[in-house]
């Protein structure tokens, strides 16, 4: 039997999609009180008869992930018994934080993933290789392999594998679909540009990109997306969740910004005071999940920044649309009396090819009026001057950019299993 979404509420009226939002709502406030202790007590003062249409919620506290971090037992709504699978997220403190999860909440898994595949195109014709961990209690890798495996797409759970193997396997299977971190995608797709295999005559079509954004806040491409577009000769697509929010945001055929599943969650895009900002400005993701029964979450602060995409998307679906995730909270920076996302300069350097390797470095206090900001770059000294205009002209300020190496640059990077691009060296207040 193929796939076909039946309980998707994607295509419904908007005010349809408001009316059953509420219901939900409603339903969840009766859930939590009944079964999470940690909402039973928290809602004290609060009935779902409260909630009479959406702005209602306003008056439900917010859930923290430091909350989470440190009491997350107390949220657990399913039995001992129920729990079929444990996956770990990083925790707030740096402390994994364990997440229990029942047979229905990884079938929603399964459901929310293959709405999310089918919603870009992908077909039971399709073959499709995951090439993130599918172990190391990650959730992402073994959601991708359900919600594949229910639309009837040929999967194969490759892994982070050698370009020598990935090679191997792309030759042996010919995908259509490939989905793995643009980054680790790119530096692939270099390495067997170089050895001399042509991937633009492969069959493959969609590449479904994790874990880094691929479009800036105008939605253009990044540097790395479209190098790995012209690499593979396909089309990349942004898809973005994580443990906590338990449902996804995946570019459909249009591929201009995630789509939400409304029947999975209540989504809200929030300023620093709490309120709701207008669509196209960014703000912080803030998600209810309805129907898990692990770890289920009421406006729960993700700490991620983004903004809804305005108007109505033209694959006619009526969910609402995320545009990328513009910065962790936590990652934001003053600088010289400015906000600054660190992607704004990542993405100028990633642009530059001369660039061989970069980190951008925060220093000084939190919070404070002005903190400091470094670009430590792996390349020719001459090179600077041209750097620093290009991140005037993006970011519209100045940042001294230091001449480094590769090895410095990595050592910067400690222990750290992803190559990530900014250490965050502020002192606490
Ligand atoms: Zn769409």
């Known amino acids: 039997m193929p796939f076909t979404p039946q309980f998707s509420w994607d295509f419904l009226p908007y005010d349809e999609i408001e009316a059953r939002t509420i219901r939900a709502l409603k339903n969840h406030i009766d859930y939590l009180k009944r079964d999470s202790e940690y909402y039973r007590e928290l809602l004290v003062d609060i009935n779902s008869a409260d909630i009479n249409c959406l702005e209602d919620i306003h008056m439900i506290p917010f859930t923290e992930k430091d909350t989470l971090s440190e009491m997350s037992h107390r949220f657990r709504v399913a039995s001992e018994e129920q729990i079929v699978e444990t996956v770990v997220t990083s925790g707030s403190t740096g402390v994994p934080l364990m997440f229990p999860l029942t047979a229905s909440d990884i079938d929603r898994l399964a459901y929310n993933e293959s709405l999310s595949f089918y919603s870009a195109g992908v077909t039971s014709r399709d073959r499709a290789q995951i090439m993130v961990s599918l172990d190391r209690l990650f959730i992402a890798g073994m959601a991708y392999y359900r919600g594949l495996i229910a639309l009837g797409a040929n999967t194969a759970r490759l892994g982070v594998l050698t370009p020598e193997m990935q090679q191997h396997y792309i030759e042996l299977m010919r995908p259509t679909v490939l989905i793995g971190v643009p980054s680790y995608l790119l530096k692939l797709g270099e390495q067997l540009k170089q050895g001399g295999v042509d991937l633009e005559n492969f069959t493959i079509q969609k590449i479904f990109c994790i874990g880094e954004s691929i479009r800036d806040e105008s939605m253009k491409l990044t540097a790395t997306a479209d190098k790995i577009e012209k690499l593979f000769g396909a089309h990349v697509y942004s898809t973005y969740a994580s443990t906590e929010v338990a449902s996804t945001f995946c570019e459909c055929t249009e591929r201009f910004g995630g789509h939400a599943h409304p029947e999975l969650g209540y989504v809200e895009i929030l300023d620093s005071n709490g309120d709701p900002v207008p669509d196209g400005t960014v703000g912080e ?98 090179l600077v001057t041209q750097i620093m205009t290009k991140i005037q002209a993006a970011a519209r300020v100045n940042i001294p950019v230091l001449v480094s190496n590769a090895a410095t640059i990595n050592s910067m990077r400690g222990d750290n299993r992803k190559k990530i691009r900014l250490i965050d060296n502020r002192s606490k207040q």
């Open 285 to 382: 993701l803030v998600v209810t999940t309805f129907g898990v029964e692990g770890v289920p979450l009421l406006r729960y602060k993700t700490g991620d920044l983004t903004f809804k995409v305005p108007g109505e998307c033209a694959c006619g679906r009526h969910s609402m649309r995320i545009g990328p995730i513009m910065s962790r909270k936590a990652q934001l920076v003053k600088y010289k009396g400015t906000t600054l996302y660190p992607m704004t300069i990542t993405n100028v350097l990633d642009s530059m090819p001369e660039v061989q390797d970069y980190i951008i470095e925060l220093k000084g206090r939190e919070g404070a009026p002005s903190e400091e900001m470094f670009v430590h770059a792996a390349v020719k000294p001459l």
